[in-house]
């Protein structure tokens, strides 16, 4: 009676631990162990072959017009509406040959089939999927359906049941794994997916320079003013009052806290040019991660890479998404900062999707890194001992930055956090000595280490800022 009553009250126990775990951590104890923690966001994301690319066959409808005319000898005139109608809509333009609306048929009356006087190519405006580029698998040949529109990239999958890639996967299950899957189908990949972004290399580039009006080449020349004031208010983290307040009370120089970010943002627009196109010659233990910025009372996220070895920040990135655009503009930054791209690159970043997502956009575009990410807080796994303390130190980064950051109650225009960032990041790659560089700093320039005081080595950084703005 005891024993059964003991083994309800077990039972019991054990639901209750259960129920807490569930609470805490939103997993329950029950589901099935999956042999490796790290499959499963891993395979999801793991990168398979290519699609085969299938382009349409493209005319030039100017050739074909410059061809009619010639075959002819008389020029392909345009479509005449019917009476009382206009030509079909002027964005539209012929999916095959490009040619104008002007040489466009309005094919069933306004119901959206068009057709094209010039190579007689029907479309309808609405659906021009299969005019457009489309992908094969690269196992068995078959097109691919698009299966899902995400923020920054499309989804495509091969449904043929008959494609080699899906069998073999089916087969090399375990049991477990195919029960589980058996169970929930959409958990486990196994058929051929292919991920289309909806941005190209080109358009990764730098953030347009923020502008500013004023000039600063007669102040960091002339006086020793600017470079005190940069001093107080990038090295010591003063706010913009403290600092006026400074230069006033202790220098006897009356300035207006205005005047001091004034003098910091265009300190900047001079500054950024040098802090993104300095030959830093990174080394291969490359670290990421994201904070957070209030940008106009709003929450951004700044996305910062990091040499864990020379200590210099290669990307600061903001964008009010933490998605695949910015980690892939962030990326693209420390990619950009090698003259040859090592061949075991691997990125050490904290365990979102958004950096395998952006390994699968590099590597669409035959661009190869690694990424390692940096899950648990824990050493329970053999890549988090080894990588943890690069992660650590981009962490200790992000604390600088809030600390330096605290002092000016966030910003009101993107125009100021930009300003912040860049000057920070400026200080902290050529002016911050590093404890663990010795007290060096992580670029050494010797015009600058020459020089003793810090409101010095401000004037000369910009003087040799000056340089990379003109080239
Ligand atoms: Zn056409
Ligand atoms: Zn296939």
């Known amino acids: 009676m005891i024993n059964s009553f003991l083994v309800l009250y077990i039972v019991f126990l054990k639901q209750v631990i259960n129920l807490l775990i569930i609470l805490l951590t939103g997993k329950g104890l029950n589901k099935i162990p999956n042999s490796d923690p790290l499959n499963k966001p891993f395979r999801d994301f793991q990168i398979d072959d290519k699609p085969i690319i299938v382009k349409p066959e493209r005319f030039n409808y100017t050739e074909l017009l410059a061809e009619h005319h010639k075959l002819k000898g008389k020029q392909l005139a345009p479509v005449r ?278 390994e699968v956009f590099f590597a669409n575009n035959d661009i190869n890194f690694d990424i390692v990410q940096v899950i648990g807080l824990t050493n329970d796994d053999e890549v988090s001992a080894e990588y943890r303390p690069l992660k650590q130190i981009i962490e200790r980064l992000n604390r600088t930055f809030k600390r330096s950051y605290k002092t000016t109650n966030g910003y009101n225009s993107s125009n100021g956090s930009i300003t912040h960032i860049i000057l920070f990041c400026t200080y902290f790659n050529f002016l911050k000595p590093h404890a663990s560089l010795e007290q060096k700093v992580p670029v050494i320039i010797p015009e600058l280490e020459e020089l003793e005081t810090m409101p010095a080595r401000w004037c000369k950084l910009m003087k040799l800022a000056e340089s990379y703005c003109q080239s």
């Open 81 to 358: 509406p019917q009476k009382g109608r206009s030509h079909v809509d002027s964005k539209i333009s012929c999916p095959k040959c490009s040619a104008p609306n002007i040489y466009l048929y309005d094919n069933n009356g306004g119901r959206g089939q068009c057709k094209c006087k010039v190579c007689s190519t029907k479309f309808n405006p609405k659906n021009l999927y299969d005019k457009q580029v489309r992908f094969k698998c690269p196992h068995c040949n078959k097109f691919l359906d698009s299966i899902k529109n995400r923020s920054n990239f499309t989804i495509y999958k091969c449904r043929n049941n008959n494609c080699s890639f899906y069998k073999n996967n089916l087969k090399s299950m375990t049991k477990e794994e195919r029960q589980a899957f058996k169970e929930k189908p959409y958990d486990t990949k196994v058929r051929y997916i292919f991920r289309e972004f909806d941005f190209d290399l080109a358009s990764l580039k730098g953030d347009s320079p923020v502008q500013s009006n004023i000039s600063l080449s007669k102040m960091y020349s002339s006086s020793h003013v600017f470079g005190l004031i940069m001093t107080y208010y990038v090295n010591y983290g003063l706010s913009s009052r403290k600092t006026a307040a400074i230069m006033r009370e202790v220098h006897g120089v009356k300035i207006s806290h205005q005047t001091v970010l004034n003098y910091a943002e265009a300190a900047s627009v001079l500054l950024k040019p040098m802090l993104d196109n300095y030959p830093y010659n990174p080394t291969e233990s490359i670290c990421g991660d994201e904070t957070y910025i209030k940008v106009n009372g709003k929450w951004n996220y700044i996305c910062f890479f990091f040499d864990a070895v020379k200590k210099i920040i290669l990307s600061y990135r903001v964008s009010p998404h933490r998605d695949t655009f910015l980690a892939c503009r962030a990326i693209y930054d420390v990619i950009t900062k090698y003259e040859k791209l090592p061949d075991s690159l691997k990125l050490v970043v904290d365990g979102n999707p958004i950096y395998l997502l952006a």
